[in-house]
């Protein structure tokens, strides 16, 4: 168990796994390799912007669908 000194600290900390599972390259995935990689700090803005675009997407695949 890892015990840090301030609520930011860990944020930061799940901040840098919750990019690590959600980056598309396979380095970053790998644990020993993590800290070689750059990461964003995920906070609730990214999060929201993140799924805010999922929903475009989502939105559009469904426009294109109907168009067929």
């Known amino acids: 168990m890892l015990k840090l ?3 930011s600290s860990a944020a930061t900390v799940r901040a840098a796994f ?3 599972l959600e980056s598309p390259k396979p380095e970053t995935r790998n644990s020993e390799l993590i800290t070689r990689a750059p990461l ?3 906070t609730p803005a990214y999060f929201a912007e993140r799924d805010a675009a999922e929903l475009q997407l989502m939105k559009r695949i469904e426009e294109l669908k109907l168009t067929k």
């Open 5 to 7: 000194s301030s609520e």
């Open 18 to 20: 919750v990019n690590a």
């Open 40 to 42: 964003k700090l995920s």
